[in-house]
Structures are given as structure tokens and as C-alpha cells.
């Protein structure tokens, strides 16, 4: 069975720093591209992140230069590192799988100013 388990959300300050961990089935982690989406109240779920099983990434432009985006085959993880967090990334924050596809379950990040 596929499994996508996020963590590290939470609440932060603008400028601060959070790490979202998504571990997954060892099935998946080793053919599919990770992506980490995110979706705020109201607006549509929007591609943050991704990283390929060869470690190409790929990001959106207003997080780019800020979050980073890494995987650790041996643990079968893709990490989501956010710095100069503003309070516009407030969103909940997803783990996909493009090979299934497959969904995570979130994890909501909240960024007071």
C-alpha cells in the first residue's frame, strides 16, 4: 500500500523557518517525482516544489530563492525547508506522488506577521 506521511508544519513567524517532512512508501519514493503542493482558504491547490527520483527540482515563482526542496533515498523522504517564511504561505501543504498519483494527507503551516 502507497503511503504518503507529512510533518513539520506548525506555526511560525514571518522571516522564520520551517521543515516539512514527507516519507513515503519505498515503492513510489523510487520511480515518481515528489511534488509539495499547498492550498490556502479559498484558492486553488498550487504546485510549491518538486523534485524528480534523478533530483532535478523545479519550483514556483514566489518561493523560489526561499524554500528548498531535497530528498534522502536512504530514508525514503522528500524534505520541504521554508525560510523567510511570509504570512501569504499560510496554507495547508500537501505530498504528491505524480507516479499513482497519490496524495498526503497535510499539514497546515500557519505565518503570523
Known amino acids: 500500500q502507497v503511503q504518503l506521511v507529512e510533518s513539520g508544519g506548525g506555526l511560525a513567524q514571518a522571516g522564520g523557518s520551517l521543515r516539512l517532512s514527507c516519507a513515503a512508501s519505498?515503492?513510489?519514493?523510487?520511480?515518481?517525482?515528489i511534488g509539495w503542493f499547498r492550498q490556502a482558504p479559498g484558492k486553488q491547490r498550487e504546485l510549491v516544489a518538486s523534485?524528480?527520483?534523478?533530483?532535478?527540482?523545479n519550483y514556483a515563482g514566489s518561493v523560489k530563492g526561499r524554500f528548498t526542496i531535497s530528498r534522502d533515498n536512504a530514508k525514503n523522504t522528500v524534505y520541504l525547508q521554508m525560510n523567510s517564511l511570509k504570512p501569504e504561505d499560510t496554507s495547508v501543504y500537501y505530498c504528491?506522488?505524480?507516479?499513482?498519483?497519490?496524495w498526503g494527507q497535510g499539514t497546515q503551516v500557519t505565518v503570523s506577521s
Open positions: 504528491y506522488a505524480f507516479t499513482g498519483p497519490y
Open positions: 519505498r515503492s513510489i519514493f523510487s520511480i515518481s517525482t
Open positions: 523534485i524528480t527520483n534523478g533530483g532535478t527540482t
